[in-house]
């Protein structure tokens, strides 16, 4: 029989899967809070309802759960055949009924928690691919559903703030966003500060090597929201991006 804990031992990683499940669980409060008719409203993402964030969202964690599955037996299983076939997923997915959708949600939530829970602790090393084609340790995965989960929670537009995002899963977002506009090229000369919160001292992203930045200055959680495009509230921006004190559309991310 099955173990009904998790296999891996690993302080960092248990702790990882912690955040990821919180993700999950705050994702489901928001959802539930949703009521049927609701499904049809729109979001933070421009082109999509809610019925297209719960359908992606429940196909995500189906994706990730092949990959674990890979992780598992060494057998490749990618997460999607194609980026055609998973955008055709989703525009299926929102057609489906409420209770359809919601179902999806919650069986495709508890299948890769069981995944996840299942996976022998050396697997956790074994090599599998993202969508993007990256190459990464089958833990990366846990990543990458946790920052799923609690952005597309925000992304529901009913309630949810980048606010009730954890700090740790905030700092490792706007990491991803700013080395993702390093990789492009397109962070030249701009420069995030993050201010000093009682957690801890204030943090800097972005390009740190240019002489006379733009300067996107706020808390935390204001800041990533920004960053990910998302909304303007709470920062400021200062310097030659910033005229007359304008505050510029963050580069692009994904
Ligand atoms: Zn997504």
Redesign the pocket.
């Known amino acids: 029989m099955a173990a009904r804990h998790d296999q891996t031992a690993d302080p960092a990683l248990l702790d990882a899967l912690l955040q990821g499940r919180r993700g999950t669980a705050f994702f489901a409060r928001k959802l539930n809070e949703l009521t049927d008719a609701e499904l049809d409203g729109g979001t933070l993402l421009p082109g999509w309802t809610r019925r297209h964030v719960v359908a ?2 429940g196909y ?1 964690a189906r994706a990730i759960a092949r990959l674990i599955e890979w992780a598992a037996t060494g057998v490749e299983t990618p997460m999607y055949s194609s980026p055609e076939a998973r955008n055709h997923e989703i525009e299926f997915g929102a057609t489906l009924s409420p209770i359809a959708l919601r179902h999806l949600f919650d069986h495709s939530a508890v299948h890769l928690n069981v995944e996840w829970r299942d996976l022998p602790a050396d697997a956790w090393h074994h090599k599998v691919k993202t969508a993007q084609g990256r190459t990464v340790p089958a833990e990366e995965t846990v990543w990458m559903r946790t920052r ?1 989960v609690w ?2 929670a925000v992304d529901l537009d009913n309630g949810a703030t980048f606010n009730d995002i954890p700090a740790p899963v905030l700092e490792r977002l706007l990491g991803d966003i700013t080395g993702a506009w390093r990789t492009r090229g397109t962070d030249t000369a701009l420069l995030i500060k993050v201010e000093r919160t009682i957690a801890g001292s204030g943090l800097t992203f972005g390009d740190t090597s240019a002489a006379d930045p733009t300067i996107i200055t706020g808390p935390l959680a204001a800041v990533v929201e920004w960053a990910a495009g998302r909304g303007t509230g709470g920062v400021t921006a200062s310097g030659p991006g910033a005229a007359g004190g304008t505050l510029p559309a963050p580069p692009k991310w994904i």
């Open positions: 992606h969202v995500n799923e952005m597309h």
